[in-house]
């Protein structure tokens, strides 16, 4: 349970640190960083905070969905946000393309190292995936449809509010499936053992 539960927290920090690479990289984000980018734009609070903010306002919609948080869903909630707050005020910002493209690959590789180890973890979805899972269960969607039409939602409106559409955007996109695939069979928690209860002797 003790690694488990630093496998949780070390993901959900490095998943923060991931993204907010790919932010100061200034080559695009993933769907919901943009969204997160263009609500600070508007309101003037750092993209980690909304980040945060916009991860409870996403669990409210799991009630009518009938969707149950666990450990891992709170946790996400408040450590990924902040971590991306954290990680913004000693990132550098470069100004040529080569170290532009080398901090993208980077959060792109680290967020799915990070996603290998929490979801590894097994304490629960974070609150976006949990709202897609959701969707799935409520409506009958498949999980495709239903990621596409929530991250197509969010990326359009990050985009109108002023968040970073680009190379990276597609990046993240190609490349974080197949990475967190590998990353889950390499970084994922081992099963917990069944004990076998054996019949008594009459």
């Known amino acids: 349970?003790?690694?488990?539960?630093?496998r949780l927290f070390t993901g959900l920090c490095l998943y923060g640190f991931g993204?907010?690479?790919?932010i100061a990289a200034g080559l695009g984000v993933d769907p919901w960083t943009v969204f997160a980018e263009g609500l600070?734009?508007?309101?003037?609070?750092?993209?980690?905070?909304i980040t945060n903010i916009v991860g409870l306002g996403v669990l409210l919609l799991w009630i009518p969905l009938r969707q149950r948080p666990g450990v891992g869903t709170v946790a996400n909630?408040?450590?990924?946000g902040t971590s991306i707050q954290v990680s913004l005020t000693f990132l550098p910002h470069p100004d040529t393309l080569l170290w532009q493209a080398l901090m993208l690959v980077g959060g792109v590789v680290t967020v799915a190292a990070a996603s290998g180890l929490y979801i590894g973890a097994r304490f629960?979805?974070?609150?976006?995936?949990?709202?897609?899972?959701?969707?799935?269960?409520?409506?009958?969607?498949?999980?495709?449809a239903s990621r596409l039409a929530v991250e197509g939602t969010v990326l359009v409106a990050g985009w109108l509010l002023g968040g970073t559409v680009g190379i990276g955007t597609v990046v993240f996109a190609l490349g974080i499936g197949p990475l967190v695939h590998v990353a889950l069979r390499l970084l994922?928690?081992?099963e917990p053992r069944r004990r076998l209860h054996r019949p008594a002797r009459v």
Do not use: Q, Y
Not at 1 to 6: D, F, K, S, V
Not at 77 to 80: A, D, G, R, S
């Open 19 to 22: 993204c907010a690479l790919t």
């Open 124 to 144: 629960g979805p974070g609150p976006r995936d949990g709202l897609m899972t959701g969707i799935h269960a409520r409506f009958g969607w498949p999980i495709w």
């Open 1 to 6: 349970m003790t690694t488990r539960i630093l």
């Open 77 to 80: 909630i408040l450590l990924v």
């Open 188 to 190: 994922a928690a081992p």
């Open 40 to 49: 600070s734009r508007v309101t003037g609070i750092g993209v980690g905070w």
